[in-house]
């Protein structure tokens, strides 16, 4: 991923020890996933957000064109955020769109929901999933 945008902004992105002690610091966790991915199990920190910056269409992912106005609408632009995803890819992109969009303080957490886990920290699954 040489550019992420057309934008020369640099990407801070930390790995997820640091993102973990960012959050406990007082950092929001912003999920980019799904909806269905969240469900799945997700970061499990306290206020932790879910506004997808991708959906999955009959056609394959597209942008979530809302993802922008989702987030202003739960965060300031000057509230420190920690974005997470699967594996640390659609989190650069939406990343780069809040510091585009003059958020002040976010961190791309490198690696994502996987390295998290990876790493034996603590997440939140369904105890069980029911099909009606």
Sequence with gaps: MDSQSSSSVEIPTVDVQVAKDLISSGYRYLDVRTDEEFKKGHVDVE????????????QGRVKNPKFLEQVLSVCNKEDPLVVGCQSGVRSVYATTDLLNADFKDVRNMGGGYIAWVENGFPVT???QEFVI
């Design 47 to 58: 206020n932790a957000l879910n506004i997808p910056y991708m959906f999955n269409t009959p």
């Design 125 to 127: 699954k369904p105890e």
